[in-house]
């Protein structure tokens, strides 16, 4: 992961600061006798042609700081089989050479010219110079200073991250990820420490980490299948790293202090691009509150979300710096900007991956560490709530509310078979019924001024985010696309029309999302009633009240996973916004896992190693929660009334007292938290009061 700052510097090199450094890659890749002839008379090559007599090889070494490397690739294969008749050719290039891109060149030029070409790109580079130790030498050939000490201080430069980088980089194996992870802890903190003895390696890491008991016992396994592997050696009770392991760490604590060094640099122009006008500490102090804040974010949890984080000291401190250099009205543009670029940063990403692992360390469950993990099958089960911004977006368009965006991310993953996605047809109907209810509660004001792109009713809010990005289509259209027609629909339809529009509604959206690569499923639960009258029990006992159809569907949903119908094999994990999941089944104990979308997003791409276009999300989604609060206050007023007027909101002295009532509201309440967690009660019986 930390690979990419040392490949974007190799990226930005000259010519002969590249050629420099291409003198140091050659005996790292087994090429020991080549040296630079590049001149008027050289005939076209870059490094003299290394000859294998015994094998009949002749290597033409070609090197590239071009941008159409296509182009130069061509023309140096031609040139040294013209010329010097070489039939091998290493390409070496400081930019990044797509694997799909050069096969298709590959094949071209052994095909027309006789030349098998081996390409070296700026990733490829900067693993060897990690593998084998020569981060800090090459950083010279750079012009780079590696000896002065990051500001930021060392507290994010720790043997876990190059655990971690090792994880990401160099072991993709299928090895159970909990042993890998264990390993390569015990190899970073040994790559620190000349030798030590075995007893004492175990209890520095197991205090340092507050490991149990249990966990020590496999710090013990581990070190006995390094040393089978010789990638640790004893002699008389000490032990050390191979040399070849040695290098290895070596290199990844050098790449470690670069990306910091590198996220540093990019700080201060972050800041310098915002204007905002910070002495050189306070950079620092932002800095370091945001590596905190994220490291808290990642740490919570897999299976709960939770809003406290507005407590957490970091942000605080945040907050309170953006607010006092630059005013309240233009702290959370600031704040939005900054986790942007925090988020999308590699060393950031690096921190948030460390504190995943943690988590996986401390899940009971090896098989949900491996699906993440990525070596074992994962089903993830999607409620109605994460659903609908999917499907919308996909039918429509993506809009950038964060449900809408996690959306996004999670169908990316599902595209690229990161998991089995499937919509119990229960959270089907739930989607359907949510469909009717848009239509009957709002369909005299979504087409207004009214700004309900944060209403509580996902449909809703995404119709009136794209009407209000520019997109010409009515709400009736909008509808008809899922089955429905608007037309049918009023506040006092019969309840048998409402199940026959709900039915055929459910039918369609389950035929678009299977065109997405969603699969429906029908459960059948026995003892339904007594798994509802369970779940119906623990909903009262923690003040949640909940429809008896939703509470109905709810058990029916855990009944399933909790139970044995999934082949062995598959781990099952229920993907919801629902915090009551999480509370029910905190540890995973029941036979599946509840997680929100963002971890699982952060998981299968952070954790992973295949963040390269994806930014942090708990840091992303965190910043869109902060930034939606004002405009969520007001959809959810428009919620409460919509949901008591329904018909009567045609008329036009009505909606006046509403849109009276709402800014009415809004004032008295806009700072009182306790007012907001009790938002749809309060509401309802004010607007009740206003209105007569």
């Excluded at 060897?128 to 750079?142: H, M, S």
């Excluded at 090895?175 to 620190?192: A, G, P, V």
């Excluded at 509370?583 to 896992?593: I, K, R």
Aim: with cysteine; glycine share 4%; hydrophobic share 35%.
């Amino acid at each position: 992961m930390n690979i990419e700052s040392l490949s974007r510097l190799i990226e930005g090199t000259d010519v002969s600061t590249f050629r420099s450094l291409v003198t140091m890659i050659l005996p790292l890749i087994g090429i020991k006798d080549a040296n630079y002839c590049d001149g008027p008379y050289d005939g076209g090559k870059d490094f003299n042609i290394v000859k294998n007599i015994g094998q009949g090889i002749e290597i033409g070494i070609q090197i590239s700081v071009e941008k159409n490397w296509q182009k130069k690739i061509m023309n140096d294969a031609a040139k040294l089989k013209s010329k010097y008749n070489a039939n091998v050719m290493y390409f070496i290039s400081s930019r990044r050479i797509p694997e799909g891109s050069f096969e298709q060149i590959r094949e071209r030029i052994m095909s027309e010219q006789g030349v098998a070409v081996t390409k070296y790109d700026n990733q490829a580079i900067a693993g060897r110079l990690i593998n084998n130790g020569e981060v800090n030498n090459a950083l010279l050939q750079l012009g780079i200073d590696t000896k002065t000490e990051s500001p930021t201080g060392s507290n994010y430069l720790s043997a876990k991250n190059e655990a971690v980088s090792s994880l990401l980089l160099f072991n993709k194996d299928s090895q159970d990820l909990r042993e890998r992870f264990f390993e390569s802890i015990l190899k970073s903190h040994l790559s620190r420490l000349e030798f030590c003895k075995r007893n004492t390696l175990i209890e520095e890491i197991k205090n340092h980490y507050n490991f149990d008991n249990n966990q020590a016992i496999k710090l013990k396994s581990s070190i006995d299948r390094l040393l089978q592997k010789s990638e640790i050696v004893s002699k008389g009770g000490i032990l050390r790293l191979s040399p070849e392991e040695q290098k290895l760490y070596s290199g990844l604590r050098q790449t470690t202090e670069l990306g910091l060094r590198t996220l540093e640099s990019e700080f201060s122009q972050k800041v310098k691009s915002l204007s905002l006008n910070i002495d050189k500490d306070t950079e620092d102090l932002l800095l370091r509150n945001f590596l905190d804040l994220t490291i808290h974010l990642s740490s919570n949890e897999y299976s709960i979300y939770e809003k406290s984080t507005e407590n957490n000291i970091a942000y605080k401190s945040i907050k309170e710096i953006i607010s006092s250099k630059f005013g309240h009205d233009n702290s959370q543009d600031i704040f939005s900007s900054l986790s942007e670029f925090f988020a999308q940063n590699e060393f950031t990403k690096h921190i948030a991956c460390s504190k995943l692992y943690e988590a996986f360390l401390n899940t009971n469950s090896s098989h949900l560490i491996n699906a993440l993990g990525g070596t074992e099958s994962l089903n993830v089960y999607i409620d109605s709530s994460v659903f609908i911004p999917i499907i919308c977006g996909l039918l429509y368009e993506s809009v950038e509310d964060r449900y809408s965006k996690s959306g996004a991310s999670l169908y990316k993953l599902i595209s690229d078979h990161k998991f089995n996605a499937i919509i119990p047809s229960d959270y089907i109907e739930e989607v359907a019924s949510h469909l009717i209810e848009a239509c009957r509660d709002y369909k005299h004001i979504v087409e207004t001024d009214i700004d309900l792109s944060h209403s509580g009713n996902a449909f809703v809010s995404h119709y009136s985010t794209i009407r209000q990005s520019g997109r010409a289509i009515s709400f009736e259209d909008y509808v008809k696309v899922f089955g429905i027609r608007l037309n049918q629909i009023s506040e006092n339809m019969e309840d048998k029309l409402f199940w026959k529009i709900r039915d055929r509604a459910s039918s369609e959206i389950s035929k678009i999302s299977a065109k997405y690569g969603f699969t429906t499923e029908q459960y059948h639960v026995e003892y339904l009633e007594s798994k509802i009258n369970h779940f119906q029990d623990f909903l009262y006992s923690h003040n949640i009240n909940r429809a008896a159809i939703l509470v109905r569907h709810d058990a029916k949903v855990i009944a399933y996973l909790s139970g044995d119908q999934v082949p062995s094999g598959f781990v099952k994990v229920l993907c919801t916004w629902d915090k009551a999941h999480s509370m029910l089944n905190p540890e995973g104990l029941d036979g599946y896992f509840v997680m929100h979308p963002v971890a699982i997003i952060d998981y299968l791409s952070l954790a992973s190693g295949n963040s390269n276009s994806t930014g942090i999300s708990h840091l992303l989604d965190f910043a869109s929660l902060q930034a939606d609060k004002d405009l969520e206050l007001s959809a959810k007023i428009w919620d409460a009334i919509a949901k008591i007027e329904k018909d009567n909101l045609s008329d036009a002295e009505m909606m006046t007292k509403a849109k009276n009532f709402q800014e009415h509201y809004l004032k008295k309440y806009a700072n009182d938290e306790d007012a907001m967690e009790q938002l749809d009660e309060r509401t309802a019986t004010e607007w009740m009061s206003w209105r007569a």
